[in-house]
């Protein structure tokens, strides 16, 4: 099951977040999504669980809780094509002359 969790603090890293998951079952991964530029956090990332049940039970008890000094924002992780984010499909301001 893959995992989506927003309002991380900036200093949360992919150990820690692998941590706070492994208190509900097996992580296969953990990943903090980083600014191509800076290399600094964007403020989310992905959590891989093994065990969808795990998965439901961490997500449950893990949304809206405090970590690290901010609270989480957790959810079943969408497709990337299934975000709803049209901005780069075309359309737009564009003149025919």
Same mark, same amino acid.
């Given at each position: 099951m893959n995992? *989506?969790?927003?309002?991380l603090s *900036?200093?949360?890293t992919s150990e820690?977040?692998?941590?706070?998951f492994a208190g509900y079952g097996e992580v296969s991964s953990a990943n903090i999504?980083?600014?191509r530029d800076t290399g600094m956090s964007r403020?989310? +990332?992905f959590v891989e669980m093994i065990n969808d049940d795990e998965g439901n039970k961490a997500i449950e008890e893990l949304?809206?809780?405090?970590f690290e000094g901010k609270t989480l924002t957790v959810n079943i992780?969408?497709?990337r094509n299934d975000r709803g984010n049209d901005r780069h499909r075309? +359309? +737009?301001n564009r003149r025919s002359y």
């Open positions: 995992i *989506y969790i927003s309002n *900036y200093d949360t820690s977040l692998e941590d706070l999504v980083k600014d403020g989310f +990332g949304n809206n809780s405090d992780a969408r497709p075309g +359309g +737009g």
